[in-house]
């Protein structure tokens, strides 16, 4: 069936280096994106989304890219923080229906 | 800033009991969403509602599972008889336009 999945399961960066975390879907009719960040114990926390009409979006410290053609999502931290160490989740949503997470990647910042 | 609430924090129930979970989603939000993580897993839709019925639900969602808005600020998930493998995080979620969804801090629920 189809499926958002994740393509590592950690990713250990330098406090103050950039991060990149990278996701692929598979379901060509999504239409909207969404990355989470989850820390222990906690309900997913929404950080940034991307509607298929965009390629890149930008908040603050953080930038998502959608590349519809290879199907792949990507979530740019910049500067990373202790305070970014958490597991990140993206996920895909077609036409205001439910949410298709994929698989997560944890963060570790180290200092 | 508004938030999505959920209580309780933790249920620890029997097998075969009945649990209500409840969440009050945030204010002027109309579509509402049920999520479930089993540890270390990841999250997995359970289902929506929109406009007082179920929009959509997955196959997890299977008729020991209900939902309600009783009033107008709680929304309920039920189990009616719990079962060992329904010990997991649920989450609750609320959506202004049904796209960007806004997660509570979840209940665990732990059935013994």
């Known amino acids: 069936g189809e499926s958002v999945g994740l393509h590592l399961p950690t990713l250990s960066v330098q406090e103050g280096d950039n991060s990149i975390i990278n996701c692929a879907y598979s379901?060509?009719?999504?239409?909207?994106f969404i990355w989470y960040k989850q820390e222990s114990g906690k309900g997913p926390q929404f950080i940034i989304d991307?509607?298929?009409?965009?390629d890149k979006r930008q908040g603050q410290r953080v930038t998502v890219l959608l590349n519809k053609t290879v199907k792949h999502l990507s979530l740019q931290i910049a500067a990373t923080q202790p305070g970014d160490s958490a597991v990140y989740f993206c996920?895909?949503?077609?036409?205001?229906?439910?949410?298709?997470f994929g698989k997560g990647i944890t963060l570790s910042v180290r200092p | 800033e508004p938030e999505v609430t959920q209580t309780p924090s933790h249920q620890v129930t029997q097998m075969g009991q009945e649990v209500i979970l409840r969440c009050v989603p945030i204010?002027?939000?109309?579509?509402f969403y049920w999520y479930r993580q089993i540890l270390g897993q990841k999250v997995e839709f359970l289902v929506s509602?929109?406009?007082?019925?179920?929009?959509?639900k997955s196959e997890i969602f299977d008729d020991q599972f209900s939902v309600e808005r009783p009033d107008g600020s709680n929304f309920t998930l039920k189990i009616r008889s719990t079962k060992l493998e329904d010990s997991a995080m649920y989450f609750c979620?609320?959506?202004?336009?049904?796209?960007?969804?806004?997660f509570g801090p979840g209940t665990r629920l732990t059935v013994t």
């Open positions: 204010s002027n939000h109309l579509y």
């Open positions: 996920a895909e949503n077609i036409a205001n229906s439910k949410l298709t």
């Open positions: 991307i509607r298929s009409n965009m």
């Open positions: 979620a609320s959506s202004a336009a049904g796209y960007e969804q806004y």
């Open positions: 379901n060509s009719a999504s239409d909207y």
């Open positions: 509602f929109y406009n007082n019925e179920i929009s959509e």
